[in-house]
Nanobody, 120 residues
Framework: QVQLVESGGGLVQPGGSLRLSCAAS????????MGWYRQAPGKERELVAV???????TYSDSAKGRFTISRDNAKNTVYLQMDSLKPEDTASYYCYAQGIDSNWREFHSWGQGTQVTVSS
């Protein structure tokens, strides 16, 4: 069982910044990719950014140039630095991880979500 715990959400004014963190724990042999998705009320969940092992990050068009994803492989942690936030960035942000567990099976795990609200 692999658990993801997110932190760092909150209320911020337009133009402000937030940093999200997500730590993975449990029976992990290897994490292949970690990333962030978001879901606004009435909308489908969408990719924000994802980074694989040794690969360049992938960003959504809305995140490019404003958000930066990074990983600390030693801590099984992924971060999302969000700058120049806009009201349309308001959503629940979910951490995602894909990898191999101690039973040598592939896992796909989600965090519980953290709320980001951009409002004046």
């Amino acid at each position: 069982q692999v658990q993801l715990v997110e932190s760092g959400g909150g209320l911020v004014q337009p133009g402000g910044s937030l940093r999200l963190s997500c730590a993975a724990s449990g029976s992990i042999v290897r994490i292949v990719a970690m990333g962030w998705y978001r879901q606004a009320p009435g909308k489908e969940r969408e990719l924000v950014a994802v980074v694989g092992s040794g690969a360049s990050p992938t960003y959504s068009d809305s995140a490019k140039g404003r958000f930066t994803i990074s990983r600390d492989n030693a801590k099984n942690t992924v971060y999302l630095q969000m700058d120049s936030l806009k009201p349309e960035d308001t959503a629940s942000y979910y951490c995602y991880a894909q990898g191999i567990d101690s039973n040598w099976r592939e896992f796909h795990s989600w965090g519980q979500g953290t709320q980001v609200t951009v409002s004046s």
